[in-house]
C-alpha cells in the first residue's frame, strides 16, 4: 500500500442496498475526507474528519455516514441507495491541511 | 460552508497560445488555496498550495498568483500543449482544514 486506497473500484448496486465504500491510508495522516465527482459539479464534500475518534459533515452528507475507528480508515456507507448517489467518490487525506492526497476513485452506479 | 468560484467554465485553445483562468473564494478566514489538474478517471494531481497575499507559484510553463485581501487566484498556462488538456480545479482550505472546490474550468487543447 502505498498512499490511499480505495475499494471497489467501481460497483453496480441495486436501489434500496447497502454499500460500504472503503478507504485505507498509509502515510498516518490525522484528516481525511470523503468527496464525489458529479458532471459540471466538480468536486463536492460528503463528510471528513480530522482526526481518530472525530467525523463532521460536508456541504453533501445526507444519506452518507462515516466513522473513523482508527487513523488508517475511513468508511464512507450509503445506508440505503438511490439513483442520485450514482457518481465517482474520492477519499483524500491530508496533514496539517495543506498537502492532500487522494485516492484513485470509486465508481458507483445506483440502479 | 465556502463558496469557490471558478471561470471561465471551459476553454478551447490552440496549441502555443497562453491561457489563465480564475478563482474566486471568500477573503474571510482565509486558510490556503490549492490549485489541482484533474484528468478524468484519474485522481486529482496537486499543482500548487498558496497561503499568503500575493504568493507566486510556478511549475514549468504553469504559474498562480494569490490575492487573499480580495479574494481571488489566477492560473497561467504558457505555450498550452495537448497534455495540458483537463480539468483545473482550486480549493480553498476551510477552518477545520477541509477543502471546498470549485466546479472546475475543462481546458481543451487543440493540436
Not at chain 1, 452528507?61 to 440505503?80: C, E, H, I
Not at chain 2, 478566514?29 to 500575493?54: C, D, I, Q
Not at chain 2, 482550505?93 to 477541509?98: A, E
Amino acid at each position: 500500500i502505498a498512499g490511499i486506497t480505495q475499494a471497489p473500484t467501481s460497483q453496480i448496486l441495486a436501489a434500496g442496498r447497502r454499500m460500504t465504500l472503503r478507504c485505507t491510508q498509509d502515510m498516518r495522516h490525522n484528516a481525511m475526507y470523503w468527496y464525489r465527482q458529479d458532471l459540471g459539479l466538480g468536486l463536492r464534500l460528503i463528510h471528513y474528519s480530522n482526526t481518530a475518534g472525530t467525523t463532521g459533515k460536508g456541504e453533501v452528507p445526507d444519506g452518507y455516514s462515516v466513522s473513523r475507528a482508527n487513523t488508517d480508515d475511513f468508511p464512507l456507507t450509503l445506508a440505503s441507495a438511490v439513483p442520485s448517489q450514482t457518481s465517482v467518490y474520492f477519499c483524500a487525506s491530508s496533514e496539517g491541511g495543506f498537502r492532500y492526497t487522494f485516492g484513485s476513485g470509486t465508481r458507483l452506479t445506483v440502479v | 460552508i465556502l463558496n469557490v468560484e471558478q471561470s471561465p467554465q471551459s476553454l478551447h485553445v490552440q496549441e502555443g497560445d497562453s491561457t489563465n483562468f480564475t478563482c474566486s473564494f471568500p477573503s474571510s478566514n482565509f486558510y490556503a488555496l490549492h490549485w489541482y489538474r484533474w484528468e478524468t478517471a484519474k485522481s486529482p494531481e496537486a499543482l500548487f498550495v498558496m497561503t499568503l497575499n500575493g504568493d507566486e507559484k510556478k511549475k514549468g510553463r504553469i504559474s498562480a498568483t494569490l490575492n487573499t485581501k480580495e479574494g481571488y487566484s489566477y492560473l497561467y498556462i504558457k505555450g498550452s500543449q495537448p497534455e495540458d488538456s483537463a480539468t483545473y480545479l482550486c480549493a480553498s482550505g476551510g477552518s477545520q482544514g477541509n477543502l471546498i472546490f470549485g466546479k472546475g474550468t475543462k481546458l481543451s487543447v487543440k493540436p
